[in-house]
């Protein structure tokens, strides 16, 4: 962008004065007035020459630690101004930087006088409280002369963002996970076998002797070993209701926030769990097989126009979570009869819903199919409710 040249208010009245000064100085006949009106008047030319080429040697770099965090958590953006010019000094720089309205004021620095490669480093924190991704500038600099009479603005350079990620609350990792009985690892041996009777086979070239199963050896009067077993992870399905009808409110109190940082906390649960993780919205299934894939989506996800929530496969998980806004009767019987494994419904209680026993009517339908019901009110409440919903030896704890 190039840089725009403007007189500060202290030029328009040096100017002023000085064409008053010369007016008056011709009228009533006095040599001096004429002078000082003369010096006053070239007084701001004569300072905008100076800044000639100072906008060109003031550069500057900016850095954003770390540059993806989690909503509420602070993030520093370091600035550093310079002066490139070996001989040059700027006289007086001014620099403030471009943030949007939810990461609050927009910082502004006076660093004054800064001489032949001369540095100066500035810093502030910025707060983000919802999800996002945040464009950082562009900056904005301000030069003036070293009687303050011109101005010389300019905004370099390209923003940088801020990738805020939903805000989530760990849940509980006690218990075992779903088709295992106080094994951590949630997998399934397709076989149903286990360890203490393996099915073996023959032995062939290669296979080495730990995997011999003596037992079987013996009793078929040749080598045998122990089958390879052959796993299959848990996966569990996550449905993250977007409708913009089906949620209210602004800010972190939103219940889309809500919603999308309950069903986040939820699919890193699994993950932490080792169990394949299927996240679905109104748009489609989304990026979630690792966790910065994950926050990374859910940061950008905005809220969706569709208006009816998408089927979910009626077998094959070992659990369902369905996090949803207000939904009808209607909705909430056709939400009852899909989903596979273990099934949780959160509603988010600061919704759209137009009433109290609306809310309280979809929770009844969905339980009455078998459905574990938790009415959330905020994000914070998650983990109490979760133990809950999620009984031992049923659900990953």
Same mark, same amino acid.
């Given at each position: 962008? !190039?840089?725009?040249?403007?007189?500060?208010?202290?030029?328009?009245?040096?100017?002023?004065?000085?064409?008053?000064?010369?007016?008056?100085?011709?009228?009533?006949?006095?040599?001096?007035?004429?002078?000082?009106?003369?010096?006053?008047?070239?007084?701001?030319?004569? *300072? #905008?020459?100076?800044?000639?080429?100072?906008?060109?040697?003031?550069?500057?770099?900016? &850095?954003?630690?770390?540059?993806?965090?989690? #909503?509420?958590?602070?993030?520093?953006?370091?600035?550093?101004?310079?002066?490139?010019?070996?001989?040059?000094?700027?006289? #007086?720089?001014?620099?403030?930087?471009?943030?949007?309205?939810?990461?609050?004021?927009?910082?502004?620095?006076?660093?004054?006088?800064?001489?032949? /490669?001369?540095? !100066?480093?500035?810093?502030?924190?910025?707060?983000?409280?919802?999800?996002?991704?945040?464009?950082?500038?562009?900056?904005?600099?301000?030069?003036?002369?070293?009687?303050?009479?011109?101005?010389?603005?300019?905004?370099?350079?390209?923003?940088?963002?801020?990738?805020?990620?939903?805000?989530?609350?760990?849940?509980? /990792?006690? $218990? &075992?996970? $779903?088709?295992?009985?106080?094994?951590?690892?949630?997998?399934?041996?397709?076989?149903?076998?286990?360890?203490?009777?393996?099915?073996?086979?023959?032995?062939?070239?290669?296979?080495?002797?730990?995997?011999?199963?003596?037992?079987?050896?013996?009793?078929?009067?040749?080598?045998?070993? /122990?089958?390879?077993?052959?796993?299959?992870?848990?996966?569990?399905?996550?449905?993250?209701?977007?409708?913009? $009808?089906?949620?209210?409110? @602004?800010?972190?109190?939103?219940?889309?926030?809500?919603?999308? $940082? *309950?069903?986040?906390?939820?699919?890193?649960?699994?993950?932490?769990?080792?169990?394949?993780? /299927?996240?679905?919205?109104?748009? %489609?299934?989304?990026?979630?097989?690792?966790? @910065? *894939?994950?926050?990374? @989506?859910?940061?950008?996800?905005?809220?969706?126009?569709?208006?009816?929530?998408?089927?979910?496969?009626?077998?094959?998980?070992?659990?369902?979570? *369905?996090?949803? %806004?207000?939904?009808?009767?209607?909705?909430?019987?056709?939400?009852?009869?899909? @989903?596979? %494994?273990?099934?949780?419904?959160?509603?988010? #209680?600061?919704?759209?819903?137009?009433?109290?026993?609306?809310?309280?009517?979809?929770?009844?339908?969905?339980?009455?199919?078998?459905?574990?019901?938790?009415?959330?009110?905020?994000?914070?409440?998650?983990?109490?409710?979760?133990?809950?919903?999620?009984?031992?030896?049923?659900?990953?704890?």
């Amino acid at each position: 962008m !190039r840089p725009r040249r403007t007189l500060t208010a202290r030029g328009v009245c040096m100017l002023l004065l000085g064409l008053a000064a010369l007016v008056a100085g011709f009228v009533v006949g006095q040599r001096e007035l004429v002078v000082l009106g003369v010096l006053a008047t070239a007084l701001p030319p004569a *300072a #905008a020459l100076s800044l000639i080429g100072a906008a060109d040697r003031v550069v500057h770099s900016r &850095s954003v630690v770390p540059s993806r965090v989690p #909503a509420g958590h602070d993030a520093r953006i370091m600035i550093r101004i310079g002066n490139s010019s070996h001989t040059w000094p700027v006289a #007086a720089v001014s620099v403030g930087d471009t943030l949007p309205t939810r990461l609050g004021h927009e910082p502004r620095y006076s660093i004054g006088f800064l001489g032949p /490669r001369g540095v !100066r480093d500035l810093a502030y924190l910025v707060r983000p409280a919802v999800r996002g991704n945040y464009p950082l500038g562009p900056l904005w600099i301000a030069l003036t002369d070293p009687l303050g009479l011109v101005r010389v603005e300019q905004r370099p350079g390209a923003p940088e963002h801020l990738l805020v990620t939903p805000a989530t609350v760990p849940l509980d /990792r006690s $218990g &075992s996970s $779903g088709g295992t009985q106080g094994d951590d690892s949630p997998r399934r041996t397709q076989s149903g076998i286990g360890e203490q009777d393996p099915v073996p086979r023959g032995y062939q070239y290669g296979d080495e002797l730990r995997r011999v199963h003596w037992r079987s050896t013996a009793k078929h009067g040749e080598l045998m070993v /122990r089958r390879d077993e052959q796993h299959r992870r848990e996966y569990g399905v996550v449905l993250l209701d977007t409708r913009r $009808g089906a949620h209210a409110g @602004g800010g972190p109190a939103d219940s889309l926030e809500t919603a999308v $940082g *309950a069903a986040a906390s939820v699919a890193l649960h699994l993950l932490d769990r080792n169990h394949e993780v /299927r996240l679905h919205t109104e748009r %489609g299934r989304m990026p979630a097989a690792v966790p @910065g *894939a994950l926050l990374d @989506g859910l940061a950008v996800l905005e809220a969706s126009d569709a208006a009816a929530l998408p089927a979910l496969p009626t077998s094959g998980a070992s659990l369902t979570v *369905a996090v949803t %806004g207000a939904l009808t009767a209607e909705e909430a019987a056709a939400l009852a009869r899909s @989903g596979g %494994g273990h099934r949780v419904a959160v509603l988010c #209680a600061g919704a759209a819903w137009p009433s109290e026993q609306a809310r309280a009517g979809a929770g009844e339908i969905l339980a009455a199919s078998g459905w574990r019901v938790v009415h959330l009110p905020a994000l914070s409440e998650l983990p109490s409710l979760w133990r809950d919903a999620a009984p031992l030896g049923k659900v990953p704890r």
